[in-house]
């Protein structure tokens, strides 16, 4: 394209590339970026001026009658002159004069009844080109050609859209919809990436538009969930406190609902969806997941759907799912370095190793733990398996079974093709029948099983370690709340962390619960917090929203697993006022021979609910206790007999 020495100088620029000026390609417009001419392979930019603006104008509401109102508006503002009419029809001829000498004949500015219109083809103006990819986009059915023709329409944005272009009028009125045209598309094309599992590839690009649109909390929740899910749980903790401390600062507004779900998420270390593999398309690939729907299964290791394409890109939810890292994990530093020996250490037979301890008392935790410690130690993957369903209810051995069978492997060290061990984490068992078909049986092989009972029986008939959870140390319980509200939140009431601690009973689940609620409410003291809790113990440690975190739906979980009579034991040690008791107090208080008294303690034991002391005592935890004192029912057994409340500890 030659311009020559004696182009139009108050409205052409300079010519970005020069080529043979025979060479024709067809002229082409761009106004996704600074408004210019090309034929293919040069291009120049138009300087700032009328005419300038008139080609915007007209190109922004092209094979449309653009009225003469709206472009004198355009290109005077408010300033008008008083020959405007004039005005604007010399600008059309200087517009029609620099079409004909860079040979543009694709393109005719039409005098019509009220204005003027440039009828013009899809392939001469790249916004029309933008939006026909963004139909295409829409049509297609798979999510890989949506994604290709996203990116080729976001491809003909040039630079800073119509910087050259100088009217205060068409970046109110015109400029704002077309930006968002974009920003909608690089929304999609973001979503579609974090389906297919692209987290790392697509930080930069999200870190690079939430600081460019801060005020878009949906890039902000893309690069948090991004962040999230390749294992960056701090940074993305970090955004997240950085959009509300904007949002609040700036607009005076606090995050919306889904950016508090995907803090939550994070906190508890949850699943957020499930990916699509990046073969997905390949023969034999596996189908996406929904872990929402995978019956209870805890978070998978690796990045899940966002929400939006959830529903389109899930199927059936297999049994077991790979495990994710728990953030925050806080305390146990003797126990996991034991048990992490215990996995990885060579043997002659499979590892077994039981979890067990109250409910609450952070077994999951643990164990997800440990299976990313040992990663290195089970190269054919570390797999976690939800033996209950949501409700609580278990899932039946045979139901465990064929699932896992279809999935191709039995046990931990029944991989497909013989190869490489694995790790199978076998969450809230119900009782042995359940574990026994899944346990391994070839050197190497380990499982790890969380249960709210001991499973003595299963360990002494099957070889491995069981292991009993308490509550954390004070020292963790403080380093766990001040890991989520951070340091500087956590070191200005130091005495007031200890004390929420407390009302806490150092019990994992209730920490991060609070710690979640303090959280979300940057104004509300630490203090307010414990007097807040102190009023209700049990029935305020949950989170609106979301009945896996909450303390009393999980210790009403573990009662109703109990037999009748052994829940009303429960509820009536619970009500006694003594901190420790021994079977032959048990049995007074309980009203039953000292024998069926001491079982009925073991057997709370057992199920988490009692601790057993050195000299034959047992003793309930705070919080269960004050659980048992507001949980109805009980009938007789409740009442506590007067010759046990008057006999000594």
């Given at each position: 394209m030659s311009a020559g020495p004696d182009r139009y100088a108050g409205a052409v620029g300079e010519v970005r590339s020069r080529t043979d000026p025979r060479r024709h390609f067809g002229m082409q417009f761009q106004v996704l970026g600074p408004l210019s001419i090309t034929d293919g392979c040069d291009s120049v930019v138009l300087q700032p001026s009328k005419p300038t603006v008139l080609l915007a104008a007209l190109l922004l509401r092209h094979n449309s009658v653009v009225?003469?109102?709206?472009?004198?508006?355009?290109?005077?503002?408010?300033?008008?002159?008083?020959?405007?009419?004039a005005a604007l029809q010399n600008c059309v001829l200087r517009l029609r004069r620099i079409f004909v000498k860079y040979g543009i004949a694709n393109a005719l500015i039409e005098s019509v009844p009220g204005g003027y219109r440039i009828s013009i083809e899809t392939a001469a103006l790249d916004l029309m080109r933008f939006r026909q990819l963004l139909e295409a986009a829409d049509a297609a059915r798979d999510p890989d050609k949506e994604l290709r023709a996203l990116k080729e329409a976001l491809a003909l944005?040039?630079?800073?859209?119509?910087?050259?272009?100088?009217?205060?009028?068409?970046?109110?009125?015109?400029?704002?919809?077309?930006?968002?045209?974009?920003?909608?598309?690089?929304?999609?094309?973001?979503?579609?990436?974090?389906?297919?599992?692209?987290?790392?590839?697509?930080?930069?690009?999200?870190?690079?538009?939430?600081?460019?649109?801060?005020?878009?909390?949906?890039?902000r929740e893309q690069l948090i969930e991004a962040l999230y899910r390749s294992g960056r749980q701090a940074e993305a903790l970090a955004e997240y406190r950085a959009v509300k401390g904007y949002l609040r600062e700036e607009l005076g507004v606090s995050p919306g609902s889904s950016l508090q779900r995907l803090e939550l998420t994070i906190l508890r270390g949850d699943d957020i969806g499930s990916p699509l593999p990046e073969d997905r398309g390949a023969a034999g690939s596996p189908p996406p997941v929904d872990a929402e729907t995978a019956a209870g299964l805890p978070p998978a290791e690796d990045p899940p759907a966002p929400t939006e394409a959830r529903a389109a890109l899930t199927a059936p939810p297999p049994t077991a799912s790979p495990i994710a890292p728990v953030p925050h994990f806080t305390g146990r530093a003797a126990e996991t370095a034991s048990l992490v020996t215990r996995l990885t250490t060579s043997g002659s037979g499979p590892v077994t190793v039981v979890l067990s301890g109250a409910p609450g008392i952070g077994k999951t935790a643990l164990a997800q733990h440990l299976a990313l410690l040992t990663r290195d130690a089970f190269p054919g993957g570390r797999f976690m398996v939800a033996m209950s369903h949501p409700d609580g209810t278990p899932r039946s051995p045979g139901e465990i079974a064929s699932a896992l069978a279809r999935q191709g492997h039995h046990r931990a060290d029944d991989a497909p093709d013989h190869g490489p061990r694995r790790l199978l984490v076998l969450d809230d068992v119900t009782d042995a029948d359940q574990v026994r078909p899944l346990l391994p049986t070839g050197p190497g092989s380990a499982v790890i099983i969380t249960s709210g009972l001991g499973l003595a029986g299963l360990v002494a008939a099957h070889g491995g370690w069981a292991h009993r959870l308490d509550t954390l140390t004070e020292e963790e319980s403080c380093r766990l709340l001040a890991a989520v509200l951070g340091t500087e939140r956590a070191e200005a009431e130091?005495?007031?962390?200890?004390?929420?601690?407390?009302?806490?009973?150092?019990?994992?689940?209730a920490l991060t619960i609070m710690a979640a609620r303090l959280l979300t409410r940057p104004r509300l003291r630490v203090a307010d917090c414990v007097a807040w809790l102190r009023d209700d113990p049990v029935t305020r440690l949950s989170l609106a929203g979301d009945p896996r975190l909450s303390v009393p739906r999980v210790f009403a979980t573990a009662l109703d697993r109990l037999d009748p009579l052994l829940a009303d034991a429960f509820r009536a040690i619970g009500r006694w006022d003594r901190r420790r008791l021994t079977a032959r107090l048990g049995a007074q208080l309980l009203a039953v021979a000292p024998q069926e008294a001491e079982e009925t303690l073991e057997r709370l034991v057992d199920a988490g609910l009692l601790e057993e002391e050195p000299a034959g005592e047992y003793h309930m935890h705070e919080l269960l206790r004050a659980f048992a004192r507001a949980r109805p029912g009980g009938g007789d057994r409740t009442a506590v007999p007067a010759t046990a409340a008057a006999a000594s500890p």
């Open positions: 009225s003469t109102e709206f472009l004198q508006s355009a290109i005077w503002g408010d300033e008008r002159p008083a020959s405007a009419k944005w040039q630079g800073p859209f119509l910087a050259n272009v100088p009217s205060d009028v068409l970046r109110r009125d015109e400029i704002p919809h077309l930006v968002e045209e974009r920003l909608r598309a690089v929304e999609r094309a973001r979503d579609i990436e974090l389906s297919m599992g692209r987290c790392q590839q697509v930080i930069t690009e999200l870190w690079t538009v939430a600081r460019a649109y801060p005020a878009r909390e949906r890039f130091p005495d007031a962390l200890r004390l929420l601690a407390a009302g806490c009973g150092h019990f994992p689940l």
